[in-house]
């Protein structure tokens, strides 16, 4: 019980993943700590989005086992050892975790409360009425509380990744997974995402883990930064010490190129 | 649209108030063509509602099924589409009852036609199913929806709009291809007309209130569909003018 409560939240152990001959992630170790920011950023192709699919279970994995607050996830203990878990395991697990997408994914049939409560009262089985009430104040914590009736075709970019995030939340998850949810929006819209962000990340006792392109916010809203680079960890620390003084030359390069474009 | 629909209407109308006005002969005719119509209406929705039914069960199983399961969905589909309607009525009414099952030819009909067209509605659920975003699905993983549950309240919803029209389509494949069960002793619409026109010769009176019955009931089934189709699209289409 001692190791759940102090060991990391997050613990991937010699994880591989290979498409084909293709080896997009190889023996990746990392650890993340109950409530800690972690910024993944990397070239194109460095395998930053498969390491949330892995998370989320959306991908396999080919080899290793990805740890979530203190059990494994991908594997289950059976007779003494681990084997592969089977999809009873994996519902128990995932759902302390959730996952804000690039495209969104909102439920185009759905109104945003809709979208807020349909695996509240579906999964966790909550009474509608409280799934309401809680997805009412997700929408007014990400400022759309107007727009509870809308559907996603009648709301912004901004407005539909706020939304998925308050979806996301409703699920109460231990840990967020953010996949340059940014990405899509025209300029004048990623502030308002970023500012949600921000709030959750003080106001709610998150392990946030981001792939993001934004820099600038990395820096400021991070505890640590990792830079990937050909499907590994190439250097990481502290924003101030990645950003400020990276070491690795592949780091060096890319930082000068990504503040080059802008 | 409204102006294919009004269209429609007109010549329907048209057509009904010519056999009216110029054939005196119309009233005589008209009550065993009903009849008919009747039993070809009859079959049509036997037939619909069968081919629904099959079809989205099989069209998941071949999807999501399990092997032996996905295999009998994939055979069924197979046999239904690559014979011919005309056998497989056949089959049905002559062969079965070698193996001791005897059937109405009513139920023959509306098994073989609602099969057949299942077969083939079962490709076009797997179509719809197939064109919703991955993107779904992985929502639907990430909150921890079990399959079942998402099939159900988020893709299922969205392909249903993209399955109507095509749908439509079958349902009136199905309406004309009725007109060959009269080749297993059922009296439908085209069959009255051929009785009557043997014994009468007014053969122009007649098969052009026939015509005029089968563009009726298909225009229902367009406009049935394209009710379904906005009620469907309801929220899709919300706020996309
Ligand atoms: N389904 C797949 N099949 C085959 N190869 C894949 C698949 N998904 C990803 N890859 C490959 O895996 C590698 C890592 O992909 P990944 O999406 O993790 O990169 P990324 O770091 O997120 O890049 P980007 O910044 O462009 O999003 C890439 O070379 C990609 O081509
Ligand atoms: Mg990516």
Not at chain 2, 98 to 112: K, M, S
Request: charged fraction near 20%; charge should be positive; glycine fraction near 8%.
């Amino acid at each position: 019980m001692s190791d759940k409560a102090n060991g990391p939240m997050v613990r991937f152990e010699k994880v591989t993943k290979r498409y084909g001959a293709l080896t997009v992630l190889d023996a990746l170790d990392l650890e993340i700590a109950p409530n800690e920011k972690v910024s993944i950023i990397g070239p194109s192709g460095s395998g930053k989005t498969t390491v949330l699919r892995m998370l989320m279970t959306l991908e396999r994995i080919n080899d290793g086992v990805i740890h979530v607050d203190g059990e494994p996830l991908t594997h289950m203990q059976k007779g003494g050892g681990l084997v592969p878990a089977d999809e009873r395991h994996l519902r128990r697990v995932r759902g302390k975790i959730g996952m804000v997408f690039q495209h969104f994914n909102l439920f185009p049939h759905m109104s945003a409360l809709k979208n807020c409560i349909e695996a509240p009262v579906n999964v966790l089985d909550l009474p509608r009425k409280e799934a309401e009430a809680r997805a009412a104040e997700l929408l007014d914590m990400v400022g759309l509380g107007d727009k509870k009736g809308h559907f996603p075709s009648q709301l912004s970019g901004g407005q539909q990744q706020r939304v998925a995030i308050a979806r996301a939340l409703a699920m109460r998850p231990k840990v967020m997974l953010f996949d340059e949810v940014t990405s899509a929006l025209d300029p004048e819209l990623v502030g308002e995402v970023l500012n949600v962000i921000r709030r959750l990340g003080t106001e709610h006792n998150l392990t946030m883990l981001m792939v993001t392109h934004q820099m600038g916010f990395a820096r400021e809203f991070s505890d640590r930064v990792c830079f990937f680079y050909g499907g590994r960890i190439c250097e990481q620390g502290t924003p101030d010490e990645l950003f400020g003084s990276p070491r690795q030359e592949r780091t060096k390069q890319f930082l000068s190129a990504v503040l080059e474009a802008g | 649209m409204a102006l294919r629909t009004l269209a429609v209407c007109a010549i329907v109308c048209f057509a009904a108030g010519l056999s009216v006005a110029s054939f005196a002969s119309f009233r005589e005719f008209l009550p065993g063509l009903l009849q008919g119509a009747l039993v070809t209406i009859e079959i049509t929705i036997g037939g619909c509602v069968l081919a629904v039914l099959v079809a989205v069960p099989a069209a998941l199983a071949k999807m999501y099924g399990p092997r032996p399961v996905r295999w009998l969905a994939v055979g069924y589909i197979e046999i239904f589409r690559g014979t011919s309607a005309l056998v497989q009525l056949f089959w049905l009414f002559f062969v079965l009852p070698h193996f001791g099952i005897l059937l109405e030819p009513l139920t023959v009909a509306i098994l073989a036609l609602g099969l057949n067209v299942g077969a083939y509605g079962a490709e076009v659920v797997r179509g719809a199913v197939s064109a919703v975003p991955r993107g779904q699905w992985e929502a639907t993983v990430a909150l921890n929806m079990p399959r079942t549950l998402a099939l159900r309240r988020i893709i299922l919803p969205q392909a249903l709009v993209a399955m109507i029209p095509p749908w439509g389509n079958l349902f009136i494949e199905l309406l004309k291809a009725t007109a060959l069960v009269s080749l297993i002793t059922i009296t439908d619409l085209a069959f009255k007309a051929q009785q009557m026109n043997q014994i009468t010769f007014k053969t122009l009176q007649i098969f052009t209130i026939v015509l005029v019955f089968y563009l009726a009931i298909s225009t229902v089934i367009t406009a049935g569909m394209r009710a379904l189709e906005n009620w469907a699209a309801r929220g899709l289409a919300r706020g996309r003018q």
